[in-house]
């Protein structure tokens, strides 16, 4: 069993399109993160999710929203895209996700998401 | 912000030899952890060494911490081809997530 799966793995589109890339997480785990890893391979921080309770709002704008339907989904909704968009999106999801230390993460394998 | 920064950004070797990354960062921790990418694939855990550990094992991993130069050495022994990966370091943010490096882009030789 897959334990972080994202879908797609693949995303084209033009821009000012909105899109929406789907995160499941079957470890029972209480806090799921968005990352965002650009073309040099920077890895940053979108948002997390603690018990449905947004924790973390980077600067990231506003077009970008997540939805927790539940405490293993965390769906990343994107409107009007823009070609800097562009980039690979990572969900992942741990333990705990309190200050005073980050336990292991468990990442997806990633959803490339071209803007055109 | 980012916090680590991974030393050397590439690295080629032959498969037999041994690989050594280096991590800094810049605020104080309680843990901080390795991580590993395969081209086109999501961040595999590699290994968590703690704020009170100098060094720790795992297979052909080696991890060491130096808090007082706020730095962290990964050293892979008698590498492989399936080593070939980026490697990163993550130390935590201020609300549970994690701020990683870089990386170090590995490229093990048959």
């Known amino acids: 069993d897959t334990a972080v799966s994202q879908t797609p793995k693949y995303l084209v589109t033009q821009m000012g399109n909105d899109k929406s890339i789907k995160c499941e997480q079957n470890?029972?785990?209480?806090?799921m993160y968005w990352y965002k890893q650009d073309s040099k391979k920077f890895l940053k921080i979108m948002f997390s999710?603690?018990?449905?309770?947004?924790?973390i709002n980077e600067t990231v704008p506003n077009r970008f929203s997540p939805k927790s339907p539940d405490k293993a989904h965390l769906n990343l909704h994107i409107n009007s895209l823009e070609l800097g968009d562009s980039a690979v999106y990572f969900c992942?999801?741990?333990?705990?996700?309190?200050?005073?230390?980050?336990?292991?993460?468990?990442f997806g394998p990633g959803t490339r998401l071209t803007v055109l | 912000s980012q916090q680590g920064e991974e030393d050397p950004q590439a690295l080629s070797i032959q498969e037999g030899e041994n690989a050594t990354m280096n991590c800094s960062y810049k605020?104080?921790?309680?843990?901080l952890q390795w991580y590993r990418q395969n081209s086109g694939r999501g961040l595999v855990h590699l290994i968590l060494i703690r704020s009170n550990e100098r060094e720790k094992h795992s297979g052909r991993l080696r991890v060491t911490l130096d808090t007082s130069k706020k730095s962290s050495s990964l050293l892979i022994t008698a590498s492989r081809a399936a080593d070939t990966a980026s490697y990163f370091c993550a130390t935590a943010g201020s609300q549970g997530n994690l701020i990683f490096g870089k990386g170090t882009k590995l490229s093990v030789k048959p």
């Open positions: 470890l029972g785990h209480d806090t």
């Open positions: 605020t104080s921790i309680n843990n």
């Open positions: 999710y603690n018990n449905k309770e947004l924790i």
């Open positions: 992942a999801s741990s333990r705990a996700g309190s200050t005073g230390g980050v336990d292991t993460q468990y």
